[in-house]
């Protein structure tokens, strides 16, 4: 881990700036330790079913900045999910009580001659036509492999059009085959704003930057009691507001796998704090987080005063749900960060984890500081975590595993994981607002949900009769981890 240079024209791949890797099986504890001794190395599958795209993942955050225009410099095919980020900035945008406005997003259609002869010609001209049709305030080009492998000089033509057209147009080297983490994207969407959109300060602010998706609005009630204001950064902002995050008394990260990045970037090069701490999920994770925003603030009584009533408010309640769900099990599949709060979680309400499929793993972030570290915090405050599965989406992994523990429940945070647990009779809980967890009524919130999912569990009863599955019956019997390629960095464990 280094100084984050954003002179350079792309972020460095997450594997060899931090270490991340995309396969292994033990237990949490195991996989900490292992990081935190220098003895964590990839664990190569000789078969893998899917894989995720640094494409997609980029081009999720830039696509839903209010006024720009997203230019995906890729073959058609490439284009294939345009439809489903349309579908997320709608729904989002509503959700934040925003007009509801189709995305504007171009695909300059790379074919077999470009591979060649070169595309550039093709990126200025779509660049042009996405100006002269929508008239954003910034345009974003995020590359593919294909423009990637036959060396287009995206760089070259962002600069020229820059000058030519007025705005910003911005280059996010995003090619999928740099690396298989993809949320590599998150890192390269970030790098291009911070790189090409931030500029210095020229005043600090009451504003509080907010690193997240797209859920629902749950920051004004609390910043607001401190005399702050939340800035929700990337989905839904303007060209203009991005333009002043350097500007913030601080930077929140409601996911560190999604905001690691940008949150280390902007304290090192611009001086705004991040907050440092577990994720406010579980009462303990809460407790740190609210106690170090606090701290940060210089509103150490104000938060100790909100920590106190708002233990009071859901304590009693908590305790009766803890007795409901006291003795049930469950499996988490998810990414990383958001899946380590979601174990904490459920340890706080008293059930029992039996594993978790993760995507990928960070053994640090950029901010360097180990008090971020979700899993460790988990572990360290509610035990260990048996089978444990870095996977990166494998799905015939997660079968097998669910076959074998067969939980009571089981918690995806991606809706192409979810079926599988629905197809085995286990009844599946899908969130998809990554706020509805945060805080001390997080846990309300989750508790309620598991327990009308616990109780509604017909409609999977009824599917796992009448489905069947894709893997054979050999499968299911073999151990899950027959393709993960010698985990040896936990022979000693």
């Known amino acids: 881990m280094g100084k984050i240079n954003i002179q350079a024209p792309e972020a460095t791949i997450r594997e060899i700036r931090i270490g991340s890797i995309t396969g292994f099986e033990g237990t949490a504890a195991q996989l900490i330790q292992c990081g935190r001794e220098g003895k964590l190395h990839e664990s190569t599958r000789s078969f893998s079913q899917c894989m995720g795209c640094s494409s997609g993942n980029a081009f999720c955050q830039l696509s839903m900045i209010q006024d720009a225009a997203m230019v995906n410099h890729a073959p058609v095919g490439c284009a294939g999910d345009f439809f489903s980020f349309n579908f997320v900035y709608r729904v989002g945008q509503m959700e934040r009580n925003l007009p509801p406005v189709i995305g504007r997003y171009f695909n300059t259609n790379i074919e077999e001659n470009d591979t060649i002869f070169g595309a550039t010609q093709k990126l200025e001209d779509t660049i042009r036509q996405?100006?002269?049709?929508?008239?954003?305030?910034?345009?974003?080009?995020?590359?593919?492999?294909?423009?990637?492998?036959?060396?287009?000089?995206?760089?070259?033509?962002?600069?020229?059009?820059?000058?030519?057209?007025?705005?910003?147009?911005?280059?996010?080297?995003?090619?999928?085959?740099?690396?298989?983490?993809?949320?590599?994207?998150?890192?390269?969407?970030?790098?291009?704003?911070?790189?090409?959109?931030?500029?210095?300060?020229?005043?600090?602010?009451?504003?509080?930057?907010?690193?997240?998706?797209?859920?629902?609005?749950?920051?004004t009630e609390l910043l607001g009691k401190l005399g702050y204001e939340p800035e929700y950064i990337v989905p839904f902002s303007t060209i203009k507001q991005l333009e002043r995050i350097s500007e913030a008394a601080a930077t929140i990260q409601i996911c560190s796998t999604l905001g690691s990045y940008l949150g280390a970037a902007l304290e090192q090069v611009y001086g705004v704090p991040e907050i440092k701490a577990p994720l406010a999920y579980g009462i303990a994770g809460t407790d740190a987080w609210l106690r170090e925003l606090g701290k940060v603030l210089g509103k150490e009584a104000e938060v100790e005063a909100i920590i106190g009533d708002e233990k009071a408010r859901i304590l009693p309640k908590?305790?009766?749900?803890?007795?409901?769900?006291?003795?049930?099990?469950?499996?988490?599949?998810?990414?990383?960060?958001?899946?380590?709060?979601?174990?904490?979680?459920?340890?706080?309400?008293?059930?029992?984890?039996?594993?978790?499929?993760?995507?990928?793993?960070?053994?640090?972030?950029?901010?360097?500081?180990?008090?971020?570290?979700?899993?460790?915090?988990?572990?360290?405050?509610?035990?260990?975590?048996?089978?444990?599965?870095?996977?990166?989406?494998?799905?015939?992994?997660?079968?097998?595993?669910?076959?074998?523990?067969?939980?009571?429940?089981?918690?995806?945070?991606?809706?192409?994981?979810?079926?599988?647990?629905?197809?085995?009779?286990?009844?599946?809980?899908?969130?998809?607002?990554?706020?509805?967890?945060?805080?001390?009524?997080?846990?309300?919130?989750?508790?309620?949900?598991?327990?009308?999912?616990?109780?509604?569990?017909?409609?999977?009863?009824?599917?796992?009769?009448?489905?069947?599955?894709?893997?054979?019956?050999?499968?299911?019997?073999?151990?899950?981890?027959?393709?993960?390629?010698?985990?040896?960095?936990?022979?000693?464990?």
Request: net charge negative; charged share 20%; hydrophobic share 35%.
């Open 318 to 493: 908590l305790e009766e749900y803890r007795q409901q769900l006291k003795g049930k099990t469950c499996y988490v599949t998810a990414g990383p960060a958001h899946g380590h709060a979601l174990l904490a979680l459920l340890r706080e309400l008293g059930m029992e984890v039996q594993g978790a499929a993760i995507f990928h793993h960070d053994p640090l972030y950029d901010n360097g500081d180990q008090r971020s570290d979700m899993l460790e915090h988990t572990v360290k405050t509610y035990g260990d975590i048996p089978n444990y599965n870095v996977c990166n989406k494998q799905s015939y992994e997660l079968v097998n595993i669910l076959h074998r523990v067969r939980p009571d429940l089981m918690i995806a945070r991606h809706g192409g994981m979810t079926l599988w647990g629905a197809k085995l009779g286990i009844p599946t809980l899908l969130i998809g607002d990554e706020h509805l967890g945060f805080g001390y009524q997080g846990l309300l919130n989750y508790a309620e949900r598991i327990i009308e999912t616990l109780d509604n569990k017909e409609f999977v009863t009824n599917l796992a009769k009448h489905s069947t599955m894709p893997y054979t019956k050999w499968w299911l019997e073999q151990n899950p981890y027959t393709f993960l390629g010698g985990s040896v960095h936990v022979e000693n464990y």
């Open 130 to 219: 996405a100006y002269d049709r929508v008239k954003p305030n910034a345009i974003f080009v995020t590359t593919s492999c294909a423009s990637g492998i036959i060396g287009d000089d995206v760089e070259g033509v962002t600069d020229k059009m820059s000058i030519e057209l007025g705005i910003p147009v911005v280059a996010c080297f995003c090619e999928g085959f740099k690396s298989k983490v993809w949320t590599t994207g998150f890192d390269s969407a970030y790098h291009s704003i911070i790189r090409k959109i931030v500029k210095p300060p020229q005043q600090k602010t009451n504003k509080i930057n907010i690193i997240n998706f797209w859920g629902s609005d749950i920051f």
